[in-house]
């Protein structure tokens, strides 16, 4: 069975990586007027906060996203990866230049669309 066995923060890191694999929209803050957190950001900051005491297991998840996740999944995991391996980051954005899928932004209450290969892109510019 699922879960026997692990810790609470593991499974709640596996949930929060779960949300990111299948994400289709991209948004580090609230968003909308209300500035609602969605659950894909709160999952995002929930691995975020596992960074600095769990790091091989954090790893582990951003590997499997970076490998297996939705193209928005895939920006969350290389953009997490920047905090703790930024030369795997680096290689990571590189890899995603190319890819033409789209996905869903969010700054505030702004919506827009971007391709990974894009949004790759401009990450590595501001690298």
Request: overall charge negative; proline content about 4%; aromatic content about 8%.
């Amino acid at each position: 069975m699922f879960g026997i066995g692990k810790k609470q923060w593991e499974r709640e890191l596996d949930a929060a990586a779960d949300e990111l694999a299948r994400a289709d929209t991209l948004a580090f803050g609230g968003v909308g007027i209300a500035g609602a957190l969605l659950p894909v950001t709160e999952a995002y900051r929930r691995i975020e906060a596992d960074l600095e005491e769990h790091p091989e297991e954090v790893r582990r998840q951003l590997d499997r996203l970076l490998a297996e996740g939705s193209p928005a999944g895939r920006a969350y995991a290389a953009t997490l990866l920047e905090r703790i391996d930024p030369a795997a980051a680096r290689a990571a954005w590189t890899a995603l230049r190319d890819d033409p899928t789209e996905f869903t932004t969010f700054t505030g209450c702004v919506m827009g669309r971007a391709t990974l290969g894009g949004y790759a892109a401009d990450r590595l510019a501001a690298a």
